[in-house]
């Protein structure tokens, strides 16, 4: 029985084409800044989301951490989202490792911040208070699309507030295949930006900051230090450019895949929250556990939760989701 694993877009496997881009792959010592490949695919992002420089990273959070840590001194804060992944799904690195305090804001529906909570808690230029420094947004925010008139006004905000603004965009491609425009319409705004290439781009290992040139030399500098400085790298660097030139117009499939759930979900009788993107959102209250269990027994695998998120991805097809649809159908019948 092949597995359907709907837990996160961060399962898929390579495909036998990107393991064959791999092991193409030219490499060198990427410490001492020579692996081409590397090289390449920091060029590449830099290019395609309109920044001067980009860093390559083995992972989403040490991006974040990275990009925190670059625009932000010891005693500094950043304004972030109270469910957002840079404030509640790192360990709490920005604090433990770089002494910058976060001050989290609730979500509003559509997940973006309302700008007028968070002009609300900028600190006045006092000693007794953090030194408000950065405003962090994520995109997509729990599979929601931030508007783009929305990124236009935070940027005109953040200008005014002499703050810099980052966009945690791990699922960033996801907001820009769903709106239809280059992802630099969505970037031109930030003053950096984190992608990850291991979601559902499909990559096995990977994200890239991006921002200019002094903030990235920052960013190398501490990705060293926290131990993100890797040799032969290229061999995941290949993944990524892979993954850039296959994988980004057919994230449109898993937001279909994503809707077609949904809608069966809904003709079942489940409360189903509305799709923008990869992410499924259902609520299954006290029955969650059960239809874990339930559900595995049929080869799907989801995570338990009252609120249960499904995300889509390239392993997962439309047969497979006809085969979810069939156990949750099943499952309310019994
Ligand atoms: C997955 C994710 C990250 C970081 O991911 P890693 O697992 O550390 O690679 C950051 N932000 C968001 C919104 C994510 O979904």
New binding site residues.
């Given amino acids: 029985m092949s597995v359907i694993d709907l837990r996160s877009d961060?399962v898929t496997q390579p495909t036998a084409a990107m393991l064959e881009a791999m092991t193409r792959a030219a490499t060198g010592d990427d410490v001492y800044g020579e692996d081409p490949t590397v090289n390449q695919l920091e060029a590449e992002l830099a290019r395609r989301l309109g920044f001067a420089a980009a860093l390559f990273v083995p992972?989403?959070?040490?991006s974040?951490l990275l990009g925190l840590l670059a625009h932000c001194e010891r005693g500094d804060e950043y304004i972030v989202g109270q469910q957002a992944?840079?404030y509640k799904y790192e360990g709490g690195g920005a604090a433990v490792l770089g002494s910058i305090q976060p001050q989290p804001l609730e979500v509003q529906a559509d997940g973006s911040l309302d700008l007028a909570d968070v002009a609300a808690a900028i600190k006045p230029d006092d000693f007794h208070f953090a030194r408000t420094r950065l405003l962090a947004l994520?995109n997509t925010m729990q599979g929601k699309v931030l508007p783009l008139e929305y990124l236009a006004r935070a940027r005109a905000f953040t200008r005014e507030h002499g703050l810099a603004l980052h966009l945690?965009g791990?699922?960033l491609y996801n907001a820009a295949v769903k709106l239809g425009v280059d992802a630099q319409e969505i970037t031109r705004h930030f003053d950096s930006v984190s992608v990850?290439l291991?979601?559902g781009l499909g990559a096995p290992v990977g994200?890239v900051l991006c921002g200019s040139v002094e903030l990235i030399g920052k960013a190398r500098r501490l990705r060293k230090m926290v131990g993100g400085g890797m040799r032969q790298a290229g061999l995941l660097a290949a993944a990524g450019l892979y993954a850039l030139d296959n994988n980004v117009q057919r994230l449109a499939d898993d937001h279909a895949n994503a809707q077609w759930l949904a809608d069966g979900l809904v003709k079942a009788g489940y409360a189903v929250e509305p799709v923008q993107t990869n992410m499924v959102y259902v609520q299954m209250g006290d029955r969650a556990e059960a239809f874990k269990a339930f559900a595995a027994e049929r080869g799907i695998r989801l995570s338990a939760a009252g609120r249960l998120r499904m995300v889509t991805h390239m392993d997962v097809d439309r047969a497979g989701i006809e085969q979810v649809i069939a156990a949750f159908v099943e499952f309310s019948r019994n």
């Fill in positions: 961060t992972t989403g959070t040490m974040n992944h840079t994520e945690d791990a699922r990850c291991s979601k994200s």
